[in-house]
């Protein structure tokens, strides 16, 4: 049996592992997810794939953290394997481990929910107001530009780094907008984008080979400004085919590294595919890149006990996308 709480974040799942998992060895929470990639993933696809997911779906085992400077660890996980960072996920840990008690939190204020991730130390600041949660700020990891007009499939893409690597490309460039009737138009462009930058150096971490490669492609549409800030649409696609709902996370701090580096610092109202928003500024600049803010909420959906039958003919599941 493995006992879950779901969340979603702006539109997108979040399955948070509570029980039934056994211990993932590691010294640091990106050596565990090294482990879990050859020894958990029947289970990840058992929890991920349908009949008890679907192919869009996303969570994580939780792991003790580094050190004492964090409440726990967190490996995410999506119907393709693992990520090495989920900005919509950690923002639905904030509220889980405020609403479970896994952190003390006063009625009233902010209480910092510190995860650390594979792609280094992130935090929630969770806002309470009388014991209720008002929302989340995720404060991620630093945010780069890695390099930009990169030509891939046809288009011109900019590649940054937000706790993974992502291609941002105008979906105007390929004839289309963000909206649900091109999200399959999308998927494919995503798919042939993701295979031309296999292998460029541009899809390269400077100092970590296992957070290398372009874990996404983000197609964006400009907006109206809101109250002078820099307004898009995005949908993010990101492992084979995946499609974010919310305005991703992660994909939202490189985002904003791009516009930063831009000389575009007033910030970024970030729209999704379904509407969601979050909201993002650049909190403090370092000598790795910008410390972006992304203000979002998630709302818990269910808990679940799951079971495998012996005699289920499909143990770890199936995806038909």
Not at 55 to 64: E, K, R, S
Request: contains cysteine.
């Amino acid at each position: 049996m493995v006992t879950t709480v779901d969340y979603h974040t702006a539109g997108e799942p979040f399955r948070i592992v509570t029980g039934g998992v056994p211990e993932i060895p590691g010294s640091t929470v990106l050596d565990r997810r090294t482990t879990a990639m050859a020894e958990l993933d029947d289970l990840r696809r058992l929890l991920c794939n349908e009949p008890r997911g679907h192919a869009d779906m996303y969570g994580c085992f939780l792991v003790p953290p580094d050190d004492p400077g964090a409440r726990f660890g967190a490996l995410f996980w999506h119907k393709d394997g693992f990520s090495t960072a989920c900005g919509h996920g950690t923002i639905a840990l904030g509220v889980h481990a405020v609403r479970e008690g896994l952190v003390e939190a006063a009625p009233d204020g902010v209480t910092d929910v510190v995860v650390d991730v594979p792609s280094g130390r992130v935090t929630a600041r969770v806002r309470l107001s009388g014991g209720e949660i008002e929302g989340v700020t995720f404060v991620n990891v630093p945010s780069y530009v890695i390099a930009c007009d990169v030509p891939v499939a046809g288009v011109r893409a900019d590649v940054s780094y937000g706790g993974a690597i992502y291609a941002s490309v105008r979906a105007a460039d390929l004839g289309l907008t963000v909206e649900p009737r091109h999200v399959n138009a999308l998927i494919e462009h995503a798919r042939r984008i993701k295979a031309g930058l296999a292998g460029h150096p541009a899809a390269r971490h400077p100092s970590d080979e296992r957070l290398s490669g372009v874990y996404g492609v983000i197609f964006y549409d400009e907006l109206p400004d809101l109250d002078g800030v820099r307004r898009q649409r995005n949908v993010t696609v990101f492992a084979d085919g995946e499609v974010d709902r919310s305005p991703c996370g992660s994909g939202t701090a490189a985002r904003m590294a791009l516009l930063y580096d831009a000389g575009k610092t007033a910030g970024l109202v970030h729209e999704s595919v379904v509407g969601s928003v979050f909201t993002a500024r650049v909190g403090e600049t370092t000598g790795e890149g910008v410390i972006v803010e992304i203000d979002g909420m998630a709302y818990r959906t269910g808990r679940h006990v799951f079971e495998l039958d012996p005699g289920d003919p499909f143990p770890t599941g199936f995806t038909l996308r």
